[in-house]
């Protein structure tokens, strides 16, 4: 008779999160922040400028989160973020201070403040949690929003025609300690990443792809299954840079053709083969890229 | 031709029909609606429009000053902290004279986040020397953007305008408006022209260049002017606009003033709901007077006078507040503009973060209006309506 394995959770039971909060169903914005909660634990405060999160973390007199939340102006979460962790030094009181915004709020109007933080290394997690889209004002394109989409300002007539900005390639351009992407549907690799960012001093960056069923037009209930695709396509690689250093989280063992992930989100509904046939094209360069990034070694 | 349309739906259907050279925007609530339709048109090719996604609101104003100064005829559309986030060229597009049209959606201000209306976007915007004009509704709404290009554009003014239309309230109400035909728009907006490009290499010319104490003071004054002329524009433009379709613009909008007492002053939306308690008050004998304001900027201070002088109390309702201030800022406004006459003014401040505003409530301003007008006293100054 084999010994029984015992199953070994890796993500904290804890919750800091309440449940009740009026995001959509299948909300992957919303299972990010619990399982950001999770791995970096209650010494933790939160500044988060306008996005869903403004509106999912509930309207006074009531918090979704059991932590110290500032919210902030749209432009500013890194800004904001700089000052928090320098009130906190000036006392002497140690906590991580997340800032937690989406792509919006990262790749366009917050760029500015978040570059001149990272330069200057401030020591906060800034979590952008990637929709591919301003969401919170109804599905407005972003310069995140991928190549081909529909949004509302992007229409199947006329959809995106500029490709997805790189933001951990421009994060790493600041030679920042940490960056790492992750999604909402590898929740064991995002927590391990969490925890090891959180012993780290400096700027630390995540992209995470969090899925959005109200402006992909994805079933909410392939909440975790649409990340996964987008992984195992490699439209969305997994992997750190950590110190300079490249790492793959996971190389898919046969990497699945773009298809199998644009093909469960009603925004890329309008797209024709020549089209998808571009789309696999540029995936298939971006990869053979980060392999090669990968066996470089220390590249800063 | 008649429609069902929402404010947001009557902002893109106006620009649809100017057609305007360049757009540059940024969404935010309650905004979006309207720049999403307008990307419809731009994607069905509708218009020739050259439209611009921002980064964001500083941004956007930015684009828009660059092209009015290329030579093209400019619109863009925001609300509270956009506009607020654009302040800083604000400034700068009037004070290069870029005659750019701007609908603002009016929303309040954070923190915290309140995504209602009220008018502290637009009066936090009201001494950077944009035209301002305010909508009662839908119709109001589109009617001003298409007399705003007119105004923008006329040589002895060449400011940008503001038409502001309350968030909510009107951007997503949908009413019975009509439109005009698009020939008609065109026709009553004419050709852009540039005046001094940027685009004309063979007769360079330099926009904002370092401007010292020995220059500054005159542009100012320059803008002042172009400010005092815009009043005669304003009431022109209104003027034959109201001629082409029957409904009447001015600066000021009187109701039942001819033989009033006392008066109520009120811009935006809430003015429907004001003539309503107008009526009932009337009925109950009170002598009670309404006046729109339909233009903030330039502040139509001399109608004003002469239409309020000899009321025993006007009471200023404002739905923004200066904190610190004596009063809000459309009541700083007014009263001033009667200093010297023998009447009392006083303000409500009411609907902050899109706190409704209901008929009752102005019935009691009137009410309070009638005391003073018999006792001559006034308790407050001062007074906030609706708030706990
Ligand atoms: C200065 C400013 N401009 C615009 C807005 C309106 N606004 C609020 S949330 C939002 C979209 C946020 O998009 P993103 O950062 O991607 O987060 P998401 O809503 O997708 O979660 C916008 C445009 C604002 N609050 N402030
Ligand atoms: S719109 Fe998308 S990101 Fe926003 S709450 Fe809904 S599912 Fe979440
Ligand atoms: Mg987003």
Redesign the interface.
């Known amino acids: 008779m084999s010994e029984k394995k015992k199953m070994r959770a890796t993500i904290p039971e804890e919750e800091y999160m309440f449940p009740g909060t009026v995001d959509c169903q299948g909300c992957g914005a919303a299972y990010a922040m619990r399982l950001a909660l999770k791995a970096l634990g209650p010494k933790t405060m939160v500044v988060i400028p306008?996005c869903c999160w403004?509106i999912i973390a509930g309207p006074?007199p009531t918090s979704a989160l059991k932590m110290p939340i500032y919210?902030t102006?749209?432009?500013t979460a890194a800004a904001v973020a700089s000052g928090v962790k320098a009130g906190l030094s000036i006392r002497e009181k140690e906590a991580t201070v997340l800032a937690w915004a989406g792509d919006g709020g990262t790749f366009?109007?917050g760029?500015q403040s978040l570059s001149a933080a990272a330069e200057r290394n401030e020591d906060f997690i800034y979590v952008c949690y990637d929709n591919e889209a301003?969401m919170?004002?109804?599905i407005?394109?972003s310069?995140a929003t991928p190549w081909g989409a529909w949004t509302?300002?992007?229409?199947r007539?006329?959809p995106k025609d500029r490709p997805k900005k790189n933001m951990m390639e421009i994060m790493a351009a600041h030679r920042i300690p940490y960056a790492a992407s992750a999604t909402v549907g590898h929740p064991e690799d995002f927590v391990r990443k969490l925890k090891k960012a959180r012993e780290i001093r400096g700027t630390r960056f995540f992209h995470v792809l969090a899925t959005c069923p109200t402006g992909w037009r994805s079933p909410p209930e392939l909440m975790l299954e649409v990340p996964r695709l987008a992984v195992e396509t490699c439209v969305f690689p997994l992997y750190e840079i950590d110190n300079g250093v490249y790492s793959i989280s996971k190389k898919p063992k046969e990497k699945l053709p773009v298809t199998e992930y644009l093909k469960v989100q009603g925004r890329f509904r309008h797209l024709t083969d020549q089209q998808i046939q571009y789309i696999q094209e540029h995936v298939d360069e971006t990869w053979e890229l980060l392999l090669k990034k990968e066996k470089l070694g220390r590249l800063f | 031709m008649i429609h069902a349309f929402s404010g947001n739906a009557a902002v893109a259907y106006a620009m649809k029909q100017i057609n305007p050279d360049v757009v540059a925007v940024?969404?935010?609530?309650p905004q979006?609606?309207a720049?999403?339709r307008f990307?419809?048109f731009?994607?069905?090719g509708d218009v020739d429009t050259e439209l611009i996604?921002a980064?964001?609101e500083h941004s956007a104003m930015s684009c828009c000053i660059g092209a009015s100064l290329a030579g093209g005829r400019v619109m863009t559309s925001t609300a509270s902290?956009g506009l607020a986030?654009m302040w800083e060229v604000l400034f700068v597009a009037a004070s290069n004279r870029c005659p750019i049209i701007m609908n603002v959606m009016n929303r309040a201000l954070?923190?915290?986040?309140n995504i209602h209306c009220d008018h502290s976007d637009a009066m936090g915007a009201r001494d950077s020397s944009w035209i301002q004009i305010h909508a009662e509704n839908v119709q109001e709404a589109y009617d001003n953007i298409i007399q705003a290009v007119r105004i923008a554009e006329h040589e002895n003014v060449r400011l940008p305008v503001m038409t502001n239309m309350d968030g909510f309230t009107l951007s997503h109400a949908t009413e019975r408006m009509e439109t005009l035909e698009d020939q008609q728009v065109q026709k009553f907006i004419s050709e852009f022209k540039a005046i001094y490009p940027l685009l004309d290499v063979d007769n360079p010319v330099t926009y904002g260049p370092l401007d010292l104490y020995d220059y500054y003071f005159e542009h100012k004054r320059q803008q002042v002017e172009a400010m005092e002329l815009a009043y005669d524009v304003i009431k022109k433009v209104g003027q034959e606009y109201g001629k082409m379709t029957g409904r009447s613009f001015d600066m000021l909008h009187p109701f039942e003033m001819e033989d009033a007492e006392v008066a109520v002053v009120v811009l935006g939306s809430t003015s429907g709901t004001a003539r309503v308690a107008v009526r009932a008050m009337r009925q109950k004998g009170i002598k009670v007077g309404l006046v729109k304001l339909r233009v903030f900027r330039p502040f139509p201070k001399d109608e004003l006078r002469e239409m309020l002088k000899g009321m025993k109390a006007v009471a200023v309702m404002d739905r923004s507040d200066s904190f610190g201030a004596f009063g809000g800022p459309v009541f700083s406004e007014v009263r001033s503009a009667l200093l010297g006459e023998d009447v009392e003014v006083v303000n409500y401040i009411y609907g902050l973060g899109g706190r409704d505003i209901r008929q009752d409530q102005i019935e009691q301003v009137i009410t309070d209006m009638s005391t003073v007008a018999k006792t001559g006293k006034v308790k407050s100054f001062v007074t906030y309506l609706g708030v706990r």
């Open positions: 306008a403004s006074f919210h102006a749209f432009e366009d109007i760029v301003y919170n004002t109804g407005q394109r310069s509302t300002t992007t229409p007539k006329h | 940024y969404p935010i609530t979006t609606v720049m999403e990307a419809d731009v994607a069905d996604m980064d964001s902290a986030l954070s923190a915290p986040i």
